[in-house]
């Protein structure tokens, strides 16, 4: 399972997970571009866009292999 830290600003976490940002805007959601991911937060992201954390996670661990 991934060991992304819920807590770190958007913008940090794509900078060190590039295919996060893919998977995501594969869901609608571009943080990529997003003034707000400077702010915003991973656990942000998942409340405000109902995301299924576990399912998410999975996928990422998927695009890393």
Do not use: F, H
């Amino acid at each position: 399972m991934s060991n992304l830290d819920l807590n770190k600003n958007m913008a940090d976490l794509i900078r060190e997970n590039p295919e996060l940002a893919r998977i995501l805007r594969n869901r609608g959601i571009d943080c990529g571009s997003c003034l707000a991911s400077q702010v915003d937060t991973l656990a942000d992201v998942v409340r405000t866009y109902n995301v299924n954390l576990p399912e998410l996670l999975a996928e990422l661990e998927r695009e890393r292999r």
